[in-house]
């Protein structure tokens, strides 16, 4: 991450092969934030990050050697495993607890209470990029369990609490609760 006055240029090494194919102005997730490829070279790519990135994200936050979840745009007629996400960040939250047990890991983040309405049992949001089933909720807080594959196969293997990681909230949760509350509020309730 190098700093340029009110921005900063990313840039990432990839596995090999993951690039193959890529253009300047393509999409890739990383950490769940939706960036432009302005730059690539063999297995690295660079992405500008601006001040509402830089403010909204954990990615100035990133150190030489940090892993990132990541992922490419999908195309017309591939799978669509998981759910849907766009890569918006919402907000930023912190894990305040993590439990290991045999077979899996419950971790706890804490984020401002005002996205909480936007946060259901069973429903799911982005974790870093990651799509997740929401566990428990409650005010400011919600857990999620992982299995061993998605610690493995992502960037919770190296979080611990204190870690900080962007929130991206279901989007057709969003709305319907904003549209109820518009409509409430425009009938006096």
């Given at each position: 991450?190098?700093a340029?006055?009110?921005?900063a ?8 092969g993951?690039?193959?194919g890529?253009?300047i102005?393509a ?9 432009t490829v ?13 001040v509402e ?5 954990n990615l100035g936050e990133l150190?030489p050697?940090s892993?990132v ?5 999908a195309r017309v007629?591939?799978e669509?495993?998981g759910?849907t996400v ?5 907000v ?6 993590q439990?290991d047990?045999e ?12 996205w ?10 982005a974790?870093?990029g990651c ?6 909720t409650s005010?400011?807080r ?8 998605t610690?493995?196969?992502t960037?919770f293997d190296?979080?611990?609490?204190g870690s900080?990681?962007n929130?991206?909230?279901e989007?057709?949760?969003?709305a ?10 425009e009938?006096?309730?």
């Amino acid at each position: 991450l190098r700093a340029l006055g009110d921005f900063a240029r990313l840039k990432l090494t990839f596995p090999p092969g993951t690039l193959s194919g890529i253009l300047i102005g393509a999409s890739v997730s990383c950490n769940g934030t939706c960036l432009t490829v302005v730059e690539t070279a063999g297995d690295t790519a660079s992405f500008d990050l601006i001040v509402e990135t830089l403010r909204a994200t954990n990615l100035g936050e990133l150190l030489p050697g940090s892993k990132v979840n990541f992922e490419r745009s999908a195309r017309v007629g591939d799978e669509i495993g998981g759910h849907t996400v766009s890569g918006h960040v919402h907000v930023q939250a912190k894990i305040v607890e993590q439990v290991d047990t045999e077979n899996n890991r419950m971790v706890m983040f804490e984020l401002d209470s005002k996205w909480s309405k936007y946060i259901l049992p069973k429903g799911f949001v982005a974790v870093d990029g990651c799509s997740l089933t929401v566990g428990e909720t409650s005010a400011g807080r919600f857990n999620v369990w992982l299995i061993p594959e998605t610690i493995r196969q992502t960037v919770f293997d190296g979080k611990n609490v204190g870690s900080t990681v962007n929130i991206e909230i279901e989007s057709q949760t969003q709305a319907i609760v904003d549209t109820i509350e518009r409509v409430l509020a425009e009938k006096g309730l």
